[in-house]
């Protein structure tokens, strides 16, 4: 069963706006990260934030999480080209289950418009 | 460093054929795994190590073996392919938890 939803599906948005996607899940957590997808590539990991950390930057990212909705967002500020992928976010089992495994989302199709 | 890589990158099979699959990294990680990507679907954990020696499975680990004789080496094996396995595998590993490095993948086309 997939832990972590995605929102939207897709999204095309033209080159230089702000891109944000959405991450649901169902159970408690200790990490949730986000990884990028280039057609026909494997993942690159993009960020990890602890249960304890309500938002984190990375360059252009933003991350924000709340456990109290299970959910999360990325935020791409200034869009380019180059960022036109899939976004899956990744969830291990939480502190009862070990985080040695991690259950991914079925992602967001990001399309920039030049 | 050439990090994570699988061999082959390609390759079609008949129902009811063998294969395995190889996965190598070079930054001495305790953990692997591997995923099969489907249409829609995202990643699903097909089985998993967490050192030399040792195996779990995953989500969907039937039709599937794996073997880790090796720290750096991860087979994932194929007694009996199947059309339904058709998919992309990726191998993948991490230090311990958190984050984890992907291969670039093996498409397995059968039919």
């Known amino acids: 069963s997939q832990q972590g939803e995605e929102d939207p599906q897709a999204l095309s948005i033209q080159e230089g706006e702000n891109a944000t996607m959405n991450c649901s899940y169902k159970?408690?957590?200790?990490?949730l990260q986000w990884y990028r997808q280039n057609s026909g590539r494997g993942l690159v990991h993009l960020i990890l934030?602890?249960?304890?950390?309500r938002e984190k930057h990375s360059g252009r990212l933003r991350v924000t999480l709340d456990t109290s909705k299970k959910s999360s967002s990325l935020l791409i500020t200034a869009s380019r080209a180059a960022d036109t992928a899939s976004y899956f976010c990744?969830?291990?089992?939480?502190?009862?289950?070990?985080?040695?495994?991690?259950?991914f989302g079925t992602g967001t199709r990001l399309t920039i418009i030049p | 460093n050439a990090g994570v890589t699988q061999t082959p990158k390609f390759r079609v099979l008949k129902t009811g054929q063998s294969m395995t699959l190889l996965c190598a990294q070079d930054?001495?990680?305790?953990?692997m795994y591997w995923y099969r990507q489907d249409p829609g679907m995202g990643l699903r954990l097909i089985h998993y190590s967490v050192g030399e020696g040792t195996t779990a499975k995953g989500e969907v680990p039937d039709g599937y073996n794996v073997s880790r004789l090796k720290k750096q080496n991860f087979l994932l094996g194929l007694e009996s392919a199947a059309p339904s396995q058709t998919s992309v595998y990726f191998c993948?590993?991490?230090?311990?938890?958190?984050?984890?490095?992907f291969g670039p993948g093996t498409r397995l086309l059968v039919l």
């Open positions: 993948a590993s991490s230090r311990f938890w958190e984050t984890q490095y």
């Open positions: 159970t408690s957590i200790n990490n």
């Open positions: 990744a969830t291990d089992a939480g502190a009862n289950f070990g985080n040695e495994k991690l259950t």
């Open positions: 930054m001495n990680h305790e953990y």
């Open positions: 934030i602890r249960s304890n950390e």
